[in-house]
Structures are given as structure tokens and as C-alpha cells.
């Protein structure tokens, strides 16, 4: 699927690593497809995948919250679901409390 499909479709794939030698290049990626998205009139549900994540770090959290800090200060109402995070994410996320604050919204 092209990043075109892929914004059509208001699906954003993350990569196989959220990592220090990653971080940048996804959140970039993220934030143009947000901003795309936000902008177009197609859809006001966005859906961050993470089916192809195989590695991740601390850093994948600073990456959902930087989605949602996007959402919640410069979006014009985008709404995220996420979507097939893996168990070490999600342990993540509930260590640092962000997953009460993320799947609670849903």
C-alpha cells in the first residue's frame, strides 16, 4: 500500500522499530500524515497500526504522545485509535500510565 493508500484510507503504519535510531524519521512521517489528514475532510478517525513493530524502546512511548499531543492542541477534531500494539508497547505504556490515558479516549 503507498503512503497515499495508506492516508486514503486514514491508516498510518508505523515501521518495524520505535527506537532511538528510528524515532525521528517516525515521528516525521506521523506528523505529515496527521497534518494531511487533519487537513483533508475524508475522515476524522485516524488509525496509528503498529502490525509490523518489532522493536521498540522507551522512545515508543514519547512517540504516542507526541500523536496525541498533536491531536489534542493543533488538530481541528482527529480522533486516533490505535491499533495491534504488541505486549512489550503496552507495557509500556501501562508503566508510565499513558495506556488509561490513550484507550480511555476510544
Known amino acids: 500500500m503507498s503512503d497515499l493508500d495508506k492516508m486514503q484510507s486514514g491508516k498510518l ?4 522499530e ?3 535510531a528510528t524515532i ?4 516525521s512521517k506521523a506528523m505529515d ?4 489528514c487533519d487537513s483533508s475532510k ?7 497500526d503498529f502490525i509490523n513493530l518489532k522493536k521498540v524502546d522507551t522512545l ?3 512517540f504516542i504522545v507526541q500523536i ?3 491531536v489534542e492542541t493543533k488538530s481541528k477534531g482527529l480522533k486516533i485509535t490505535y491499533q495491534n ?3 512489550d508497547l503496552n507495557s509500556l505504556l501501562n508503566l508510565t500510565s499513558m495506556a488509561q490515558a490513550i484507550f480511555n479516549d476510544q
Do not use: D, M, Y
Open 13 to 16: 503504519c508505523v515501521g518495524e
Open 18 to 20: 520505535l527506537t532511538k
Open 33 to 36: 500524515f496527521l497534518k494531511r
Open 24 to 27: 525521528i524519521w517516525e515521528l
Open 85 to 87: 500494539l504488541p505486549n
Open 68 to 70: 496525541q499531543r498533536f
Open 60 to 62: 515508543a512511548v514519547v
Open 42 to 48: 475524508q475522515s476524522t478517525t485516524v488509525c496509528v
